[in-house]
């Protein structure tokens, strides 16, 4: 008698489970995005920065939640990335949808300087003071492409900047009739200033770019 009633509890379990609805068919576009290409402009790029760009913008798309993105490790990389059809077969092959080609069209940093004068309390005479300001803007451009056809189905621009500046006090001051020289002082490593400035207008590049192109997908979507 037990064993009738396990096998009856099996076969409703098993009925059960048949009458519940299958799990949706998850039809987002599969989306791989290539290393960027950072050969355009005179800009000698830091080691690596074609991929960095790339992971960023991998990161914004999968927080969107609009598509399905297969790492580009998956892909075939026996020939060049920067062969944006061979790179497309490929991801053809792989069964991947949609590539996103970018390229970085334009950096620059920019360093202004300029003095100006100070006046401490009697008996000093005045100071020189010294500003710096460092400025670094990039931009980039995308082109997403169907791997079957080749055709660009969408594209997306994007530019970021950054901007730092600090003040040192400098020159020579004068203690009655006796000139004193007044040192300098205040701040940072160029080098470290440079890479903060790149690494926020790079964020804020791909964040424009990335934005563009979720919202050309919900308008194919008609979301």
């Known amino acids: 008698m037990k064993r009738y009633a396990f096998i009856t ?9 048949a009458a519940q609805p299958a799990p949706a068919h998850d ?18 790029p830091p080691p690596h920065i074609g991929t960095t760009l790339a992971d960023l913008l991998t990161d914004r798309l999968v927080t969107s939640g609009r598509f399905r993105i297969i790492d580009r490790s998956a ?6 990335v920067s062969e944006a059809r061979s790179f497309r077969d490929r991801a053809r092959d792989a069964g991947v949808d949609l590539i996103v080609v970018g390229a970085v069209t334009r950096f620059s ?7 100006f004068g100070g006046f401490l309390p009697i008996p000093f005479a005045g100071a020189l ?4 300001k460092t400025e670094s803007v990039i931009g980039v451009v995308l082109k997403v492409i169907d791997t079957r056809t080749g055709e ?30 007044l040192g300098g002082g205040g701040g940072s490593s160029a080098t470290g200033v440079q890479d903060r400035l790149l690494d926020a207008a ?3 590049a791909i964040s424009d770019a990335a934005s563009q192109i979720v919202s050309a997908a919900r308008k194919n979507d008609g979301a």
């Open 9 to 17: 509890v099996a076969l409703l379990l098993a009925s059960t489970a």
């Open 27 to 44: 039809e987002r576009p599969r989306l791989t995005i290539a290393d960027f290409d950072t050969n355009r402009t005179g800009w000698m």
């Open 75 to 80: 892909i075939d990389t026996d020939s060049s």
């Open 109 to 115: 940093t920019e360093h202004h300087q300029s003095n």
């Open 129 to 132: 003071f010294h500003k710096t």
């Open 152 to 181: 660009v189905i969408a594209t997306a621009t994007g530019e970021g900047g950054g901007s730092d500046s600090h003040t040192s006090g400098g020159g020579v001051v004068a203690i009655g009739k006796i000139p004193v020289p």
């Open 202 to 204: 790079i964020r804020e």
